[in-house]
């Protein structure tokens, strides 16, 4: 169990490491490239198979008892992101082989890129909150790089605010974990839960579930705290773009999920009822930045944004059914949203732009490409039966049972907007007359196409199979209303060293 535990962490890193050794060797990282994904995805599926058999897993490495020892717990929620990040790993990998430039495959893309997986695994996987911090700079370092990789002006401009406003949230999260290590004495998270219930300063408490809150809110891109996202991630390649808008983010709403719903639980009302004002304010202005956007790619960013409002709704509620909305969102909204980006690099390979003033006549010329589109697009519009209107139908009828009326019209107005911004794209770019003729590009076109087909089938499948998914994501919030299970994992792991 031990080693399962670790696979995915150390899949991706050695991968990375092996790449580093022959570097170079550009078929050899291609191959590789696409191998390490492909493991990365079995041993996520493994790994959630156990977990959903057996309950919460817990491992302590260097045989160290928690809380002095580093640990790695997975629960449905940690291995639920595993996979997801393994599905996305395997996409952008076989993606990548069709629309990566030979440049910047010479100098490193692979490598950083399961590197990243890599800290993105340790983070959904680690038990101790410093280690989170660790792990968030392991994904954050290769993440900076493939922004500024190849480094042309918009790549280094986008770059610069990424990395400003991501030190920013690294420098809190420090400062955070320092003053909670000051406060209790420990930083093992099943150990802090046990401890801050004892803690009798609730300012200091309060204090602190706010310098994480914001910490983690920059790094989930909520309102205010997200004018990083739009301006940064339609500046890389593609594939760096694609991977970025499915799972960065969504590291940041994870570690909200997590350390509110494990540590922060002594002010509900006050701190939950805060984070569903934010998820409401979220919700509107990403969709509002959408809505005024003009290229394809800054569209579905603003929608990034938009999108992560749902997610901390669910948070915000707080109830069995709200937590599962939210975990049902994030599985639906990181497929959904890393495949519209996939095929907005198609259309662009295509027809030779980003701007939606400049493309046209693709559902014309290209009507298997407008299906591919439709398919994410109405998805994330929340159009029955897909995977995003049982999503949305779960935080619906969550809020109605809470009686929260606002945000539950908010976010149903908001589902409106984004179906209007997604007929923006259509229209512009697909029904349209094209303004002048483009030569298309379609050199490796089938190793871009068959990742997006892959994600759309997930898509459909989600929304025709949602049971086992609403399921899943019912146990997934149950493990987080109750606790109890999570501590006692790491108590017994703990336990079998002594």
């Known amino acids: ?30 191959a590789l490239n696409v191998a390490g994904a492909a493991l990365l995805l079995v041993a996520g599926v493994v790994l959630l198979e156990s977990v959903s058999r057996n309950g919460v897993q817990a491992t302590q490495l260097g045989n160290w008892p928690a809380p002095f020892g580093i640990s790695f717990v997975a629960d449905l929620l940690g291995a639920i992101m595993v996979v997801i990040t393994g599905v996305t790993a395997l996409a952008v990998a076989v993606y990548s082989l069709g629309s990566m430039d030979e440049a910047r495959e010479r100098f490193g893309y692979y490598p950083l890129l399961h590197i990243m997986f890599m800290g993105i695994c340790g983070a959904f996987l680690t038990g101790d909150i410093f280690n989170l911090y660790v792990w968030f700079e392991v994904l954050l370092m290769s993440s900076f790089v493939l922004m500024a990789l190849g480094g042309e002006r918009a790549q ?64 989930a891109a909520i309102f205010p705290l997200f004018a990083w996202l739009p301006a940064s991630y339609h500046t890389p390649p593609i594939a760096v773009s694609a991977i970025f808008a499915g799972l960065l983010t969504k590291v940041g709403v994870y570690a909200l999920i997590r350390v509110f719903s494990l540590l922060f639980v002594q002010n509900i009302a006050l ?34 944004i938009s999108q992560i409002g749902y997610m901390i709704m669910g948070l915000g509620l707080f109830t069995p059914l709200a937590l599962a909305g939210a975990v049902f969102y994030i599985i639906h909204h ?14 662009h390979r295509l027809r030779g732009s980003y701007e939606l003033k400049d493309l046209g006549d693709v559902y014309k010329v290209y009507p298997w490409l407008a299906i591919l589109f439709l398919i994410p697009a109405f998805s994330l519009a929340g159009f029955p039966p897909l995977s995003g209107f049982w999503a949305k139908l779960m935080l619906v009828q969550a809020g109605l049972q809470v009686e929260q009326y606002i945000i539950v019209v908010v976010s149903l107005i908001v589902g409106l907007l984004t179906a209007f911004s997604m007929t923006k794209i259509w229209a512009e770019a697909f029904w349209k007359k094209a303004p002048a003729p483009h030569q298309p590009d379609k050199q490796n076109l089938a190793l871009m196409v068959a990742p997006a087909v892959g994600l759309a089938l997930i898509t459909v499948v989600i929304g025709l199979s949602a049971q086992p998914f609403y399921d899943l994501a019912q146990r997934a919030a149950d493990q987080l209303l109750n606790p109890a299970e999570y501590i006692a994992a790491v108590q017994s792991a703990s336990l079998a060293l002594r």
């Open 1 to 30: 169990m031990d080693v399962l535990l670790m696979l995915p962490v150390l899949i991706p890193f050695m991968t990375g490491i092996i790449m580093l050794l022959f570097w170079g060797r550009r078929e050899l990282h291609r």
């Open 156 to 219: 280094l401009e986008g770059a610069i605010k990424y990395v400003t406003l991501n030190l920013l949230s690294s420098a809190l999260f420090l400062s955070a974990v320092g003053i909670l290590y000051g406060a209790v004495g420990t930083l093992n998270m099943a150990d802090l839960a046990q401890q801050l219930a004892l803690l009798d300063q609730p300012g200091m408490v309060m204090t602190l579930a706010m310098l994480f809150l914001v910490a983690f809110g920059i790094k």
């Open 271 to 304: 701190t939950h009822g805060l984070i569903l004002l934010l998820a409401g304010l979220t919700m509107v202005t990403g969709v509002l930045g959408a809505v005024a956007q003009n290229e394809f790619r800054r569209v579905l960013s603003f929608h990034i």
């Open 334 to 347: 990181i497929i959904v949203k890393m495949n519209l980006f996939l095929v907005s690099g198609i259309v």
